[in-house]
């Protein structure tokens, strides 16, 4: 594995392990304190570097306290209501606590007002990070006078290119490229082939990292930079509602209530923005093949009802409207409902009874809604196909 002197960047491992600590430590522990201790994660990360959770934290100085007064660029290949440019806001706003002076830039717009972007950007505005245009001099200076760039997921790395042009290895060198893609279309190097000369690549996952360090190597004939694993956590509005008896018992009945679900009824959910590769589909038909089932076997069980937080007609026309007709077609809609993208997720996971991650897509390293479950103390169903890697879920084959 390539690897890059510190002078090339200085932030670097002191930025990398501020990271862990915000977005590892919370859930960890609490993830400790509640499940069994063995670890899912059999592959190998030879060349990875771990970082070992933090045994306690309280009052301390911030860890990314060294950052204060430092300028950062943030780089999204899209802003909307998906975990990468969720994970990179949230950063943003660490950032911005501690005094750094931070940046914003969104690749890829549409070119009508969007609704989601402009709402975004205000509440990014409001607390203090400068959103700027993707191109112009504006972009190019900021970059070059930058201490640190972050590249957000993998069609990130394309702004490079497109904007910075023959200024482009005067900004490498302070690059963190942050991946969260495990689809194999991404190895190519019309996308990837600044990788080798960043100063760090970041992943969200010991599997990810992997599975990037083989396939650059095998595909590209190139080698990855620093690789650090920052496994994703929960945040701490999100961790105060878990541990809120009263907060959830109050969302519970409020939520249900207005989805026209009762107390007793079993709930189901799927909370992922509407998507083919998300598995809405299957999960769906998987619903309506038990509703059928226990009718045939005359089971005695609380009534069941499903669940899809994430719903955005304008984003997935085609394929939502698939599932829309599957549910009218079966008569099931009083059984089955359907809730927009939103950026709060702590209600719905208040009222469920189980989670279920039906993703078929490869490029699911990582899902984050899955720990935010379990800290809910929720179950979670989840497919073997999605490399999830944590304490307490239940795995299944596709065939089951």
């Known amino acids: 594995m390539a690897r890059h002197s510190a002078p090339r960047f200085s932030l670097?491992?002191?930025?990398?392990?501020?990271?862990?600590?915000?977005?590892?430590?919370?859930?960890?522990?609490?993830?400790?304190?509640?499940?069994?201790?063995?670890?899912c994660d059999r592959h190998s990360d030879a060349g990875v570097k771990r970082f070992e959770p933090l045994p306690q934290f309280g009052a301390d100085p911030s860890p990314l306290a060294f950052m204060k007064s430092k300028r950062v660029l943030l780089v999204s290949h899209e802003l909307s209501l998906s975990g990468g440019p969720l994970l990179l806001m949230e950063l943003a706003f660490l950032l911005r606590s501690v005094g750094a002076e931070v940046c914003w830039i969104t690749n890829h717009k549409p070119s009508e007002t969007d609704e989601v972007i402009y709402s975004l950007e205000n509440k990014m505005q409001h607390r203090g990070v400068q959103v700027l245009p993707a191109k112009g001099q504006e972009a190019i200076n900021r970059a070059l006078k930058a201490d640190l760039l972050v590249l957000n997921t993998v069609m990130a790395g394309k702004w490079l290119d497109d904007v910075l042009k023959e200024n482009v290895p005067h900004v490498l060198p302070k690059v963190l490229w942050w991946i969260h893609e495990m689809q194999g279309h991404y190895f190519q190097l019309e996308y990837v082939r600044y990788l080798p000369l960043v100063a760090a690549a970041m992943l969200d996952s010991h599997v990810a990292a992997e599975y990037w360090k083989t396939g650059t190597r095998g595909y590209l004939r190139i080698e990855m930079p620093d690789t650090y694993v920052v496994q994703?956590?929960?945040?701490?509005?999100?961790?105060?509602?878990?541990?809120?008896?009263?907060?959830?018992?109050?969302?519970?009945?409020?939520?249900?209530?207005?989805?026209?679900?009762?107390?007793?009824?079993?709930?189901f959910a799927m909370i992922n923005s509407v998507s083919r590769g998300k598995g809405q589909d299957l999960f769906l038909q998987s619903f309506y093949e038990s509703l059928q089932l226990i009718i045939q076997k005359k089971l005695r069980v609380p009534s069941m009802?499903?669940?899809?937080?994430?719903?955005?007609?304008?984003?997935?026309?085609?394929?939502?409207?698939?599932?829309?007709?599957?549910?009218?077609?079966?008569?099931?809609?009083?059984?089955?409902?359907?809730?927009?993208?939103?950026?709060?997720?702590?209600?719905?996971?208040?009222?469920?009874?189980?989670?279920?991650?039906?993703?078929?897509?490869?490029?699911?390293?990582?899902?984050?809604?899955?720990?935010?479950?379990?800290?809910?103390?929720?179950?979670?169903?989840?497919?073997?196909?999605?490399?999830?890697?944590?304490?307490?879920?239940?795995?299944l084959r596709p065939s089951d």
Do not use: W
Request: contains cysteine.
């Open 232 to 267: 994703v956590g929960t945040s701490k509005d999100l961790m105060e509602i878990a541990e809120d008896s009263v907060a959830k018992r109050v969302l519970r009945e409020h939520v249900r209530e207005s989805l026209g679900v009762r107390d007793e009824d079993l709930l």
């Open 12 to 39: 670097r491992n002191k930025f990398l392990f501020a990271l862990v600590f915000f977005f590892s430590v919370s859930t960890v522990v609490f993830l400790i304190k509640r499940a069994p201790s063995t670890s």
């Open 305 to 395: 009802h499903a669940v899809i937080v994430g719903s955005d007609m304008t984003a997935q026309p085609k394929f939502e409207s698939q599932l829309r007709d599957f549910v009218r077609v079966k008569k099931i809609q009083d059984r089955v409902h359907f809730v927009n993208k939103t950026l709060t997720v702590a209600p719905y996971l208040a009222v469920i009874d189980v989670l279920v991650q039906n993703s078929q897509a490869r490029g699911e390293c990582f899902g984050r809604i899955t720990i935010e479950a379990m800290a809910f103390q929720l179950p979670v169903l989840v497919m073997n196909g999605l490399f999830l890697l944590i304490f307490g879920c239940f795995c």
